[in-house]
């Protein structure tokens, strides 16, 4: 084996073999991969090797595009069959709702340039002649659909890797990693040791166990899965293959497997496998069968196709395989460990794993994986994730495999985790919670004599009113928002300004004030929207989006200046083992040449006071004057609010006058009392987090991870007035200024929608005249405009076009009229007077 290598992948899996042929082929030819076994020994070996490419997030189904179509390249150069089956496969709805996912699939793949198409039961019978249509009430046929040969896919990965010049040594354990101090690593393994520039983490059943070799927690948990291959059946003699067919009711998947048919199964008492330790002896194994954990989906199956009932049983086979708490791969470097790399918890490694293997060379051997895949990044898990909030999310996940998650549907698996102080208090106000990243925070707030639950619907629910009544106490007159769920980062020292100003796009501000500011990759691409806030020379109060966190810390640590050792916490998408991997500051924050970043999310905890009596009730409890030319829009200032130490800003997401009020999360209570009291004669109201979302929509403001996303510039998400082009050496400034200068193709525009109970909800199709011209990027009812709204994003050339735009909500264009300013407050007097 060689003793030095640029970079060792563990794993030889689907996936580390994808990642080894895509950095080969990337020119990092000095690749070598250690497989503890045979190739495929982990859950690559016994997998069903069904791919398909729809996927709820539009930026991983273009990853699986990608995949399928990748199998061509690989087989052509390595001269090793992937054995594709493109037999094109049918969804099958058995519920209304279902066929709206359907529906909404559809228009989704529109603007993907995916031909998906919607047919009747009768025509699905055709294709698929094992199904009783009577249980049926539609389906959507996608002719990109079909099966592939694990084995034969894994080693036409890596027989083209090779080809391309990198290695593979097998029978070899890889059985610890030791950092040097100089970033590179030495792979300890059964066979010697390789000194080794990156390591790549693709254990795949053992990926936490490999993550636990450097201090890493993964979120990863295997589950045991099911499937069953039926002997020949003599209702296939004589017909041509059959195609992939998912019925969702029963929980099933479908293929036909030489003369029979395989049957996999997403039961919903799932049950996990080894679940806090893999071992290494489990080898190319399968599991014991357990049909009757499987007998519900079965006996549902075995209704709707009755052949297969009928048909004898070939094989059972039960294998495990592993999911993340999201059921998304966790990809990309960890922070905090210099030069390690994740890319695991592929749930679908025949549909994914060309793409995971795409991007994640792509990021390592050009500093930034060339797509948008925060949806798969290992940093959108921080470290409040533990193995029991994985365990319980991945079983949660793995039993809704099949089942609709709709747009107001709260998931209740490991709930409540991080509860904010005042959560009873709101919660005997009638709030009903939402949770993001583990936090519970208010969606809404259920009237007296009003029950705080909703039915799951695409459609406007029962809340639609309430929310509607919180959102007019915002424009009437004042509305309490808890705002604790967003991230926060207190960045201090004498270069902290210097450091700012090169991460983010606009001008720091004046002590004393804010700025909002874009922070810009390489490419230019936006990968995240702040707050600035600058409390003194030396001392920002940086707010931005909680789930990113720990992307931001690692963006941060990535670009601290030169000048003493960048600590950097553990918490990268996994939790450090005690804490004591890779060094680290206080509190997992990063200092290095006269700048410490320190992330303070949960340290710091706030609410937000906006509508036109919001002065009126934060003057009462502060002794500051609070008139607009005392404490103008973007202020920002340390204040005792009541009995409270506060940082005080003069802004406010609803676009309202408004007030953001942080403190420290054990005067949280004091400030809610102080808050509640102060608003009680001014008809205060509680206000969720809907409502905030409809009145950031009324403004047109954007947020993380719909408006703003590495897929975009700031010119075209109307960022560009945050940009300070005088600047000349911020992250991104060339890419983004080459943009400006082309005129960048997109631009995010306003609409209003003719909507008739259904509101869009992002990722709808825009159509315009008679053409699919771009999506939505989110969307909701107005209350206090009293109209649909929706932002999305459309060729620059359309950006200004008066008339033709339709929006496909659940199927139906309806008619849309773009809008040249937002629907609430267009000169934005309310939110600056
Ligand atoms: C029953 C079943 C059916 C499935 N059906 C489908 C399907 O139809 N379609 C689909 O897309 N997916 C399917 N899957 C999932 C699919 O198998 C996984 O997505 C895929 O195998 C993940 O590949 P991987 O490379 O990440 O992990 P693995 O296959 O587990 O590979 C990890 C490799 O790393 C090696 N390794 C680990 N630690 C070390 C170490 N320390 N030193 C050296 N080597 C090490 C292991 O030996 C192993 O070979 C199915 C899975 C199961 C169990």
Redesign the pocket.
Known sequence: MKSHAKVVV????????SVLYHLAKAGWTDALL??????????????????HTVNGDPNVAKLQQYTIELYKEIEALSGQSCGVHLTGGIMLAGTPERLDWLKMARARGRYLGMDLELISTAEAKTLFPLMDERYFVGALYDPIEG?VD?YGV?HAYAKSAQIKGAAIERH????DLRPRPDGTWDVV?EHGNVHAEHVVN??????R??GR?VGLELPVLAM????LITEDMPELAGLKEQIHCIDFEGEI?MRQERGGMLM?TYERNGKPWSERETP?DFGQNLLPDDLDSISDSLEVGFAHFPAIGRAGLKKV??????FSPDGNPLIGPVRGLENFWV???????????GGVGLALANWMVEGDPGFDVWGMDVARYGDWTTMAYTNAKVRENYSRRFRIRFPNEELPAARPLRTTAVYDALKAEGAVFGEYCGLEYPLWFAPKGVAPAESVTFRRSEAHDHVGAECRAVREAVGLIEISNYGKFEVTGPNAAGFLSHVMANRMPAVGRMVLSPMLNHRGKLIGDFTVARLADDRFFVVGTLAAESYYMRWFERHMPAGGAAGGGTAAGGTAAGGTAAGGTAAGGTAAGGVTVRPCASEYVGFSVAGPSSRALLQDLVTEDLSTPAFPFMSFRPMAVGMVQALVGRVSFTGDLGYEVWCRADDQRALYAALAGAGEPLGLRRVGGRALNALRLEKGFGTWAREYRPLYGPEEAGLGRFVDWRKHDFVGRDASARARSDGSPLRLVSFAVDADGADAIGDEPIWHDGRVAGWVTSGGYGHSVGRSLALGYVPRDLATAGSGFEIEIIGARRPATRLDAPAFDPEGTRMRG
């Open positions: 563990i794993g030889g899996g689907v996936v580390g073999a250690i497989e503890r076994a045979e190739l495929t020994a982990g859950s690559t070996w016994h997998a069903a090797g069904g791919m099966h694990p894994t070899c354990r890889v059985t393994t693709a254990g795949g059943l053992w990926a166990e490999v070799m045991e899965h099911h499937y998947y996999g290494w086979v039960n294998g495990p395989f592993t890319a695991c918890a592929v749930m679908a490694g025949f549909s994914q794993g």
